[in-house]
Nanobody, 123 residues
Framework: QVQLVESGGGLVQAGGSLRLSCAAS????????VGWYRQAPGKRRELVAS??????????RYADSMKGRFTISRDNAKNTVYLQMNSLKPEDTAVYYC??????????????WGQGTQVTVSS
């Protein structure tokens, strides 16, 4: 079992920045990848960015609309994945969630959805 807790959201003006944190606990060793997702009111949840696990190297992936503005990173010592968001736009307003997946005993698992953290960008 892996538990994830999101934090770092808030209210920011357009053009501003925020850094979200996703702190993991539990069976960290079984994590394959962690992703940040977001869901705006009336819209489907969408992938923002993801990062694979690994002691030294990792692969990152971004949704096209976030490339160049958002950066996903991880701190293995703190079991935390970050999402640095720059040049924020009002359309980035959403609840942001993190989600992990991996394999344990050869069985695929996903962490499920937590409370998320609200990001509101004012124009």
């Amino acid at each position: 079992q892996v538990q994830l807790v999101e934090s770092g959201g808030g209210l920011v003006q357009a053009g501003g920045s925020l850094r979200l944190s996703c702190a993991a606990s539990g069976s960290i060793f079984s994590i394959n990848a962690v992703g940040w997702y977001r869901q705006a009111p009336g819209k489907r949840r969408e992938l923002v960015a993801s990062i694979t696990s690994g002691s030294t190297t990792s692969t990152t992936r971004y949704a096209d609309s976030m490339k160049g503005r958002f950066t996903i990173s991880r701190d293995n010592a703190k079991n935390t994945v970050y999402l640095q968001m720059n040049s924020l736009k009002p359309e980035d307003t959403a609840v942001y969630y993190c989600n992990a997946d991996g394999y344990s005993g050869g069985i695929y698992w996903t962490s499920g959805w937590g409370q998320g953290t609200q990001v509101t960008v004012s124009s």
